[in-house]
T-cell receptor
């Protein structure tokens, strides 16, 4: 089993829609969590950290469910500019944190 | 620009040649990572440094791959006797631990082995 697993998509949604992505993780990648955004042929960029209490940043909400070992990202009022790949990231439970990436979920927002 | 810088941005090489990539992290960052990414996949961990110490190497990193960070600042990744399967985007990232856990990525070096 992969340490971090995501549905690769693509998720095709119209502008203004609400879309949610889930990501599951294994025990070995369960220390801290992040969502990164990656545009085509560009580097990944941090979108938001994921806290146990859940956190919100504008139209984006991230939640963590440790009991079921998944994290989620909710995007409200989708914009065309939200089209990208969203990477779920966990960190290894070793002495030195190491980022472990999922394969990414591709989002396409259409007019 | 004070972000992570990688050079070159693109590299085309013939199979069997050696290539070297450079990464300059954000100046105060003590941790530096190398990742490799192929189309449709998330970045795969290769190795990382805490200051000048190389702490972990992935099984993906065969003996043809070597990385250094001699003074705890910039890092180089060398691939010897390149193979077509080495074609990928090589990403460098840096972070400042323990203050921050998030990592910041450079724009990557895209390697094509022909």
């Amino acid at each position: 089993r992969k340490e971090v697993e995501q549905d690769p998509g693509p998720f095709n949604v119209p502008e203004g829609a609400t879309v949610a992505f889930n990501c599951t993780y294994s025990n070995s990648a369960s220390q801290s969590f992040f969502w990164y955004r990656q545009d085509c042929r560009k580097e990944p960029k941090l979108l938001m950290s994921v806290y146990s209490s859940g956190n919100e940043d504008g139209r984006f909400t991230a939640q963590l469910n440790r009991a079921s070992q998944y994290i989620s990202l909710l995007i409200r009022d989708s914009k065309l500019s939200d089209s990208a790949t969203y990477l779920c990231v966990g960190t290894r439970n070793t002495g030195f944190q190491k980022l472990v990436f999922g394969t990414g979920t591709r989002l396409l927002v259409s007019p | 620009d004070t972000g992570v810088s990688q050079n070159p941005r693109h590299k085309i090489t013939k199979r069997g040649q050696n290539v070297t990539f450079r990464c300059d992290p954000i100046s105060e960052h003590n941790r530096l990572y190398w990742y490799r990414q192929t189309l449709g996949q998330g970045p795969e961990f290769l190795t990382y440094f805490q200051n000048e110490a190389q702490l972990e190497k992935s099984r993906l990193l065969s003996d043809r791959f070597s990385a250094e960070r001699p003074k705890g600042s910039f890092s180089t990744l060398e691939i010897q006797r390149t193979e077509q399967g080495d074609s990928a985007m090589y990403l460098c990232a840096s972070s400042l631990v323990p203050r921050d856990t998030e990592a910041f990525f450079g724009q990557g070096t895209r390697l094509t082995v022909v």
